[in-house]
């Protein structure tokens, strides 16, 4: 049951122009939702994130954008980068068992920046 | 500030062996996690510790797979015997604590299985 999908695997953008990437979710129950960069052999790193009381959060050239009511949210880089080529994961936390909570990921798109 | 240290970054071992995989995880940091990427999919977690205490494994195989955290710094995670589908990589991460958004991860042991 995968309750984190992005339905994208890869996506190919010009340098200096946005890339999109897209994420959807089937849980209402999640609360928060992250965006983590990762590139080849080293671990994911956390880029930004939104909370579900919010529909956008941004930050620099990063902007998340979220739309509860179709349970869908995207990641706007504005200008993209080659720097910003890695594969991006969508990852949204649910509060469980009293405080704990726990991250459920998507599948991954890979981003491509062309020159 | 360091970060998150795993090792070995690499480990392949023929099926029904056993493997074990170490943690370091960011300094202070209470809440470890053991996550699975298998190729192609996001990470699954497998287990969380909060200090020295599991806060949830209910996706751990634990016929095969265990882990400890025993003072609540560094921790181990076990394979025992290994299967050809536990080919992944094994990422570590950590928080300041349980309710905290940001995990930092570790670069992660590639494991293959043959």
């Known amino acids: 049951d995968q309750q984190v999908k992005q339905n994208s695997p890869s996506l190919s953008v010009q340098e200096g122009r946005i890339s999109i990437l897209n994420c959807d979710y089937t849980?209402?129950?999640?609360?928060?939702f992250l965006w983590y960069k990762k590139y080849p052999a080293e671990g994911p790193t956390f880029l930004i994130s939104?909370?579900?009381?919010?529909d956008k959060n941004e930050d620099g050239r990063f902007t998340v954008f979220l739309n509860k009511s179709a349970k869908h949210l995207s990641l706007h880089i504005v200008p993209s980068q080659p720097g910003d080529s890695a594969v991006y994961f969508c990852a949204a936390l649910g509060r469980h068992t009293g405080t704990a909570s726990k991250l459920t990921f998507g599948t991954g798109t890979r981003l491509q920046v062309t020159l | 500030e360091a970060g998150v240290a795993q090792s070995p970054r690499y480990k392949i071992i023929e099926k029904r062996q056993s493997v074990a995989f170490w943690c370091n995880p960011i300094?202070?940091?209470?809440?470890l996690y053991w996550y699975q990427q298998i190729l192609g999919q996001g990470p699954k977690l497998l287990i969380q510790?909060?200090?020295?205490?599991?806060?949830?494994d209910s996706q751990l195989p634990k016929d095969r797979f265990s882990a400890e955290r025993l003072k609540g710094v560094d921790s181990t995670l076990k394979i025992q015997p290994a299967k050809l589908e536990d080919s992944a990589v094994y990422l570590c991460?950590?928080?300041?604590?349980?309710?905290?958004?940001?995990?930092?991860f570790g670069p992660g042991t590639r494991l293959t299985v043959t």
């Open positions: 991460a950590s928080s300041l604590t349980s309710g905290r958004l940001e995990q930092y």
């Open positions: 939104i909370s579900s009381i919010k």
């Open positions: 510790f909060q200090n020295n205490g599991v806060v949830d």
């Open positions: 849980n209402s129950m999640f609360d928060y």
């Open positions: 300094s202070g940091h209470a809440t």
